[in-house]
């Protein structure tokens, strides 16, 4: 069997169309259009890539996007004057700060000094609690990206065994949370799985929807994937390539190649949970425009 592959570009592309509408709608009744601020500090290169993309997207589709480019050595006070300078200007709607930050930069002081209301990653604890009690303002990026992803191609987790790979503030912790709620695009009974699960192999391979948010490449194996489950790799890392230009080339968490042939539905990396995380940012963006 080859699987399906569930194409996150173009299930992002129709998103960002139907968005569209949505933010002349509120250009024309905010008088201005929404405003997403991006703060990078230093000069990690995914991290750099990763706005480059935000930023692209935004201006695409009329957001008006700022980044804002802070040195390696930005104090935490420096840091949080910006947030606060951000906090208080009413033409940013939405304020990202791209992780990680620095050493000396506190991620959880930074987070919990943003405006819940600006909040478009959904990190800051009160959107957490929000989510985690099923009433959302936001919901995270890549987790929403994830579910929105599973529902656009037709795939729905009610009642589904799921098994999350990853339990990171970020992308796995969220996403069970939202899995385990009431609804179609929930009702799920997930197991989540970490560095101390004992037989990951079993755990994966009793789920239905198997979902990998690790950061380990390839560590899904088609030994560890029940026949025709469909199989949503978040993964995205860089292994050493020297027959590429750039020297490295980017990987999931599951062995793709040999996995399509087990699963019924597969996600690429890139072009699956990558997109839809910006489709979801965007979303969220939008989202933060109304609440002003
Ligand atoms: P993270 O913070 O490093 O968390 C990784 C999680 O996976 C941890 O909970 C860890 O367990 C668990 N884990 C690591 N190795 C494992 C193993 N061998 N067996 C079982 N569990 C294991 O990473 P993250 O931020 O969640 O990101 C995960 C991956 O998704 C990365 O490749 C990242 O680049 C990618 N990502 C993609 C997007 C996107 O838009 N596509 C967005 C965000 C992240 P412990 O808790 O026990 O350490």
Redesign the pocket.
């Known amino acids: 069997m080859t699987a399906t592959l569930l194409d996150g570009t173009a299930v992002a592309r129709t998103i960002r169309e139907e968005l569209a509408g949505q933010i002349r709608d509120l250009s024309s009744r905010l008088k201005r259009p929404p405003g997403l601020t991006v703060v990078i500090v230093g000069e990690n290169p995914a991290s750099q890539v990763y706005v480059r993309m935000k930023h692209r997207a935004c201006q695409e589709i009329g957001v008006a996007s700022e980044v804002i480019t802070l040195p390696a050595e930005t104090s935490e006070t420096e840091l949080l004057a910006t947030v606060a300078r951000l906090n208080a200007d009413p033409c940013v709607d939405g304020i990202l700060v791209q992780l990680p930050l620095p050493r000396q930069i506190s991620e959880p002081r930074i987070i919990e000094a943003i405006d819940p209301s600006k909040d478009v990653d959904c990190f800051h604890p009160v959107n957490v609690g929000l989510m985690a009690v099923g009433q959302p303002r936001f919901l995270p990026c890549?987790p929403a990206?994830v579910v929105e992803l599973l529902r656009r191609t037709g795939h729905t987790t009610q009642g589904k065994r799921v098994t999350v790979?990853?339990?990171?503030n970020?992308?796995?912790r969220p996403l069970a949370i939202m899995l385990g709620h009431r609804g179609p695009m929930a009702d799920a009974t997930v197991t989540v799985?970490?560095?101390?699960?004992p037989d990951?192999a079993a755990a994966c391979r009793q789920a239905e929807i198997l979902i990998a948010?690790?950061?380990?490449p390839r560590?899904v194996t088609a030994e560890m994937v029940a026949p025709g489950a469909v199989v949503v790799d978040?993964?995205?890392?860089r292994v050493d390539d020297p027959a590429s230009e750039r020297g490295y080339r980017l990987a999931g968490?599951v062995d793709f190649d040999a996995v399509k042939e087990v699963a019924s539905a597969i996600t690429p990396v890139p072009g699956g949970?990558?997109p839809m995380?910006i489709a979801m940012l965007l979303t969220n963006a939008c989202k933060a425009a109304t609440l002003h």
């Not at 790979?165 to 990171?168: D, E, L, N």
């Not at 799985?193 to 699960?197: A, D, I, R, S, V």
């Not at 978040?234 to 890392?237: A, I, Q, R, S, T």
């Open positions: 890549t990206g790979v990853g339990r990171s970020i992308v796995g799985c970490h560095t101390k699960t990951l948010a690790a950061g380990v560590c978040v993964g995205v890392n968490d949970v990558g995380t």
